[in-house]
């Protein structure tokens, strides 16, 4: 079983790791054991197989989280600077990014900064129409350092990256669905039912076939790969998997897959 922490909330349901972030009174926002918490945590979850899928949130109604604790790196040095950016990327923002299972942001209210980074990284976003979403990091005379200058640029193209990026602005939920920053929009209280919509529909499809399309998704946005070689290695392996051999026979025998996740 997936063990609460200090500042994050876990709760499974019907398959699904609700994963809340758990510090209201700073809106949520990312100190390092926060992060270390939330590592934790997705490790654990990789391992159970009876979780097909995960919910991100944060606790309360005002913020999702509103971007990193500032107090905690106002005097670093450079090398600390950079130590904090890559330390990030590898415990949290690449790790959910090629998570195995897909993770589902539910955005709530504010998502700045470290925030919305943090949401970007998931696979899919929903967002409640009380959010607000921006990258105000230029603002504090920094760029942002966990992904955002990369994902916010394939999520809603070069220009409005740009835009967001530089002038520091947030954006509603309403323009972050227009712009492609977020999957779906919708009320404060549909926030988490639509989302379980989303995980209810990944639950009854292979296991094996989602991590793998995971993968293969993300070479396409990495320049040291060919995404089309990589979908070829990877459908040929899709044939001799246990998920492809269940898929063909039940839909063969005309009832619904029963999927290992091999």
Known sequence: MIMTTEYILSEVKNGVLVITINRPDKLNSLNKQTIEELHETLVEAENLPEI??????GAGQKAFVAGADIAEFA?????QGRQLSA???FKIFNFIENYSKPIVAAVNGFALGGGLELAMACHIRVVSDNAKMGLPEVSLGVIPGYGGTQRLAQLVGKGKAFEMIVTADMINATDAYKWGLANHLTTQEELLPKCFEI???IASKSPTAIRTAIKVINAGYNNHVNGYEVEIEEFGKSFGTGDFKEGVSAFLDKRKADFKGN
Not at 52 to 57: A, E, N, Q, W
Not at 75 to 79: H, K
Request: a positive charge; hydrophobic letters at 25%.
């Open 52 to 57: 097909k899928s995960i919910i991100l949130t």
């Open 75 to 79: 005097n670093y040095t450079i090398e």
């Open 87 to 89: 330390t990030g990327h």
């Open 199 to 201: 995980t209810s529909k």
